[in-house]
Nanobody
Framework: QVQLVESGGGLVQAGGSLRLSCAAS????????MGWYRQAPGKQRELVAT???????NYADSVKGRFTISRDNAKNTVYLQMNSLKPEDTVVYYC???????????????WGQGTQVTVSS
């Protein structure tokens, strides 16, 4: 039911910046977690950053101090501001939303289509 549309990926030079956006359509429960993950070819998908509906954030050590996650609850949109980009940040980034079910225990889990970020040296 919930659809996630990502945007903002592209090609940048090392040290540059990029801002990813992910808009969720449809209704989300008030209890939810929005975040970003990334996955290189042949590698496991790894958490980049998450943010709860209450604004609590969590970052991977590799991006602390460089990336900032934020959200606009009125627009059901999550952002990832990426600064001081490095070639090792070159991966596909996926938006994720986990929303708590109202009528039964459990969570819904949604993924965006993925957006490519390429950082040249």
């Amino acid at each position: 039911q919930v659809q996630l549309v990502e945007s903002g990926g592209g090609l940048v030079q090392a040290g540059g910046s990029l801002r990813l956006s992910c808009a969720a359509s449809g209704r989300l429960s008030s209890i939810n977690v929005m975040g970003w993950y990334r996955q290189a070819p042949g590698k496991q998908r790894e958490l980049v950053a998450t943010i709860t509906n209450g604004g609590i954030t969590n970052y991977a050590d590799s991006v602390k101090g460089r990336f900032t996650i934020s959200r606009d609850n009125a627009k059901n949109t999550v952002y990832l501001q990426m600064n001081s980009l490095k070639p090792e940040d070159t991966v596909v980034y996926y938006c994720n939303v986990k929303t708590k079910l109202i009528d039964r225990p459990g969570w819904d889990d949604y993924w965006g289509q993925g957006t490519q970020v390429t950082v040249s040296s």
